[in-house]
């Protein structure tokens, strides 16, 4: 299994411009979530989704959006990069009986200019 | 609302001696505690959870209601223990979201 994946791994926007970026999990996780993680900030729940066509928002979910057609793909939306949005984003999955150990990805590093 | 606290951005060590990292939570139920830990250029990862009272790589943490603290302790760091400390808490019953502290840093030194 490769777990949960991630791509790319280092993303450059200029303000303005959208993009997706996305993630997949071969684990058959009902549950995904979107995190950023910032310098002293910690780990903030971007959105997440409990299973196919389901989907909430977590703690920052302005300017990102999410859809969740498959179990296996969970991909987040920037409609148009701002610089507040530069951060290391982290996806994650797990198992709806043991939503506690969520299984993380690499992370994407995005750079908003 | 939940909320989890761990007041040390930063935390310093000599190798060989204790160490304890802090978390407080604020939750109005029965909460799931967790440690989740970061290492250099390495996935966030499950260290351990409150419900399991089990040591993981020499690690403890106990949690302790009345102070609504989960404190994760080691009695003798090593320098692979160097990484980034996440506290975590979850609501009970179907409530999937996990809530992060903003993390300690700890550095053990040799």
């Known amino acids: 299994n490769a777990g949960v994946t991630q791509t790319p791994k280092f993303q450059v926007l200029k303000t303005g411009q959208s993009m997706t970026l996305q993630c997949a999990q071969d684990m058959n996780h009902e549950y995904m979530s979107w995190y950023r993680q910032d310098p002293g900030m910690g780990l903030r729940l971007i959105h997440y989704?409990?299973?196919?066509?389901?989907?909430d928002q977590g703690e920052v979910p302005n300017g990102y959006n999410v859809s969740r057609s498959t179990t296996e793909d969970f991909p987040l939306r920037l409609l148009s990069a701002a610089p507040s949005q530069t951060s290391v984003y982290f996806c994650a999955s797990s198992k709806p009986g043991l939503a506690y150990e969520q299984f993380f990805g690499p992370g994407t590093r995005l750079t908003v200019l | 609302a939940q909320r989890v606290t761990q007041p040390e951005k930063l935390l310093s060590v000599f190798k060989g001696a204790p160490v304890e990292l802090k978390c407080n939570y604020s939750?109005?139920?029965?909460?799931?505690l967790f440690w989740y830990v970061q290492y250099s250029r390495q996935r966030l990862q499950l260290l351990l959870r409150h419900i399991s009272r089990e040591s993981i790589k020499g690690f403890t943490a106990d949690l302790n209601k009345g102070e609504t603290s989960f404190h994760l302790k080691k009695p003798f760091a090593q320098e692979e223990d160097s990484a980034m400390y996440y506290c975590a808490l979850r609501g009970g019953g179907s409530n999937y979201k996990l809530t992060f502290g903003k993390g300690t840093l700890l550095t053990v030194n040799p």
């Open positions: 989704s409990v299973g196919a066509g389901i989907t």
């Open positions: 939750y109005s139920g029965s909460p799931e």
